[in-house]
């Protein structure tokens, strides 16, 4: 222990007159500063902490994405050449996105800020076993012209 503080040594406030001299922290000597700091934390009133707020499901942003997809889904369902299924030939249910939905298609859509989930070039109408089929058989699909590579 070679330090250039100087331990602060003297007679304790707590401990009897004759006591020898102790090194002191607070004017205390080690055992009754322990006890010292024991009652002041025990007096101290505990921080009250507030309730936190659950983090949200989703963000605001995707909230907002979301609620334009949906939009857009519902017209573009709604088309006339839509509505059949061209796997199947059954009635359409959902939109497979043929370059996924994640990122932009290309320097077009990056400037305009549309991403591949709201890009209806890269849509198509399909029932809901037609879209098991895609997803399920990927090279079967990029055949067909029913998916696109993501690259």
Known sequence: MYSTIKVKTGKCIDCPRDAPYRPLIAKRCQSHYKVYRAKENAEKNPKETKARKPLPKISKKKAVQDAKYIAAKIQF?????????????????????KKGRVGFA???????????LLDERFWLAVSRDGHRQIEENPSWAKENGYSLNRL
Do not use: F
């Open 106 to 116: 290309d320097q077009w859509a990056r400037i305009n800020n549309i991403t591949l």
């Open 77 to 97: 369902m709604g088309k006339p050449e839509n509505e059949i299924c061209p796997v199947t030939g059954q009635q359409t249910t959902d939109v497979h996105h």
